[in-house]
């Protein structure tokens, strides 16, 4: 049984960081693609990075510069470093896992089929 647990999530103040991680458990595939999603209040639920098997990472054009996603595969962790944070940037972020590669999908949520729980990021101005 796969499944993702968030945490790190907090407020902090606009220009601040914060890192995010999602422990792994019952992930087993060679070939797979993980990402970071983000829903706000009254908003679809957006994807903002994604990183797969091979170490192949895609974002979100607004946060590129500012966020980075990596693996630690050791702990079966993902993790998403977000900086210059911004108050749009506010949000419950979700951390999902796919079957398989996606490719070009990758920050499309409906070729995602395990998602965690998610944790709520507050950027104040």
């Known amino acids: 049984q796969v499944q993702l647990v968030e945490s790190g999530g907090g407020s902090v103040q606009a220009g601040g960081s914060l890192r995010l991680s999602c422990a792994v458990s019952?992930?087993?595939?060679?070939?797979?693609?993980m990402g970071w999603f983000r829903q706000a209040p009254g908003k679809e639920r957006e994807g903002v990075a994604a990183?797969?098997?091979?170490?192949?990472?895609k974002y979100v054009d607004h946060v590129k510069d500012r966020f980075t996603i990596s693996q630690d595969n050791a702990k079966n962790t993902l993790y998403l470093q977000m900086n210059s944070l911004k108050p749009e940037d506010s949000a419950m972020y979700y951390c999902a896992a796919a079957v398989g590669r996606t490719g070009d999908w990758a920050l499309y949520r409906y070729v995602y089929k395990y998602w965690g729980q998610g944790t709520q990021v507050t950027v104040s101005s």
């Open positions: 019952g992930y087993t595939y060679s070939n797979y693609c």
């Open positions: 990183i797969d098997s091979d170490g192949r990472t």
